[in-house]
Nanobody, 120 residues
Framework: QVQLAESGGGLVQPGGSLRLSCAAS????????MGWYRQAPGKQRELVAA???????DYADSVKGRFTISRDNAENTVYLQMNSLKPEDTAVYYC??????????????WGQGTLVIVSS
């Protein structure tokens, strides 16, 4: 079972930047599709950014041009660089690891989340 550990959250003023990190345990990180999700109070969890094992990326419209997802397969780590942060970006951010399992199954792993607060 893959274990994920997020870090990098905190309190930042509007317009500021943060970089989130998510370190994955175990092997075969390079075959995993990785994603960052967030959940604000009273709202459903939503996909913020994703990066495939091949390096293709996708972003929610609300963060395009401000957030960048990247990965370092040598370090088993995925990053989310967040710039020009807005109060509406306030949420718990979760890392997701999705990879193929045996018998055609898809294996999903989630981190514990890291809190981002954007406020003056």
């Amino acid at each position: 079972q893959v274990q994920l550990a997020e870090s990098g959250g905190g309190l930042v003023q509007p317009g500021g930047s943060l970089r989130l990190s998510c370190a994955a345990s175990g092997s075969f990180f390079s075959i995993a599709d990785m994603g960052w999700y967030r959940q604000a109070p009273g709202k459903q969890r939503e996909l913020v950014a994703a990066i495939t094992f091949g390096g293709s990326t996708d972003y929610a419209d609300s963060v395009k041009g401000r957030f960048t997802i990247s990965r370092d397969n040598a370090e088993n780590t995925v990053y989310l660089q967040m710039n020009s942060l807005k109060p509406e970006d306030t949420a718990v951010y979760y890392c997701n690891d999705r990879r193929p399992g045996s018998g055609g199954r898809v294996l999903d792993a989630w981190g514990q989340g890291t809190l981002v607060i954007v406020s003056s």
